[in-house]
Structure formats: structure tokens, C-alpha cells
């Protein structure tokens, strides 16, 4: 997530304090990824280091305003008009406890891919209630928090289908470690061991 754009395009909007930032951050997203104070103080530095926002002097309370700068307003057009770059994807903490769990003696894979389909249909529940409910009494204002419930109710409804990908190929990975099965003259089915052969 860019904080840094994030900032520029809520002070091309109009110019602001750090506090300020903070809560219309949150209140366009619906507080999904909350900011952390310092944070906002310490990009807004970085901002301004590279004259991309400007210190109006303070509000009259003791609080720094921002407005954003020509080369400001340059960078917010450029990030609104580029694509969102897939070359470094962000790091998804579910994908690695999977890979590591599938690598590592007596973790039980199964377990984790079942409490975390629990969980992330639960979350699909609280996220499909939040939008409907949103979505009934909807005000203009509004637009920005169902465009974000939206994309976590995909995320989610993908995440769903992942962890279901992740169990099949686990029984699959079972089944072959298990070895293929034979009938027998009675019509029952036995299985086989793997021998060197049956290997290759």
C-alpha cells in the first residue's frame, strides 16, 4: 500500500495536518488499514524533503498544515494513471505458513488449511453483511467504503477457493505417497507398495 500517494491525493483534495490525513485515510477506506500516527508524520517528512508538499505554517492550534506542490500534483497523476505493479507482491502470510507447513516433519497442514477456511469464511460472512447493509442505506459518501468491501469480499471469495486447491492437492499428495491399489480375486482393493520400480 502507498502511503506516500495515499497522502498527496488526500491533500490535493486540501491542505491538512497530520491528524487530519490520518482519519479521512481512514474514513475513505473504512478503516481497513488503519495508519499508524507516526507514520503519516514521518512520510509527510519524506514528502516535503522532496518538495512535494510545502509546511503552510499551523492551523492555530499548534498543528503543521500541508498542501501539496506542483511536482505533488505531477506524482498523484502519474500514480492514478499507472497500473499497480504485480513485480514485487506483497508478502501474503497464509501463502507462507503453507509453504513452510507443507516443508516441515509433524505439522499438520489440514488443521491449518481447516481453521483458516473457518476464519475466512467467517470474515466473508461479517464483510457480504457489511456491504448489504451499506449498500441499503447508501449515501454518496458511501462509495468509497462498498468499492473497498467489494475487493475484500473477492479476496476472500479467492482466498476460499485457494485453500480448497491447497486441500485437494494434499489428499492427492496422500493418496500417491500411499501407493496405487490392486483388486484382489474377491473384487476388494488392496494396496500396493512402492518398490523401486513402481517408483520410476
Known sequence: MSIRHSLLALLQDQPRYGYQLRVEFEN?????????????????????????????????????????????KAEVRNWFAAPVERNNPPRNELAIKLALAVTLPGVDVQAIIQAQRVASIRALQDYTKARRDTASNQRAADTAWLLVLDSLIF????????????????????????GPARKTSNGATEDVPLNADSRR
Not at 476472500?156 to 500417491?176: G, H, P, S, Y
Open 28 to 72: 475513505r477506506t473504512g478503516a481497513t488499514w488503519p495508519l499508524n500516527i507516526g507514520q503519516v508524520y514521518t512520510t509527510l517528512d519524506r514528502l516535503e524533503r522532496d518538495a512535494l508538499v510545502a509546511k503552510e505554517g499551523d492551523d492555530g492550534e499548534g498543528h503543521v498544515v500541508y498542501s501539496i506542490t506542483p511536482a505533488g
Open 155 to 178: 479476496q476472500t471469495e479467492a482466498e476460499v477457493r485457494w485453500l480448497d486447491l491447497c486441500e485437494a492437492r494434499m489428499v492427492q499428495q496422500a493418496q500417491a505417497a500411499a
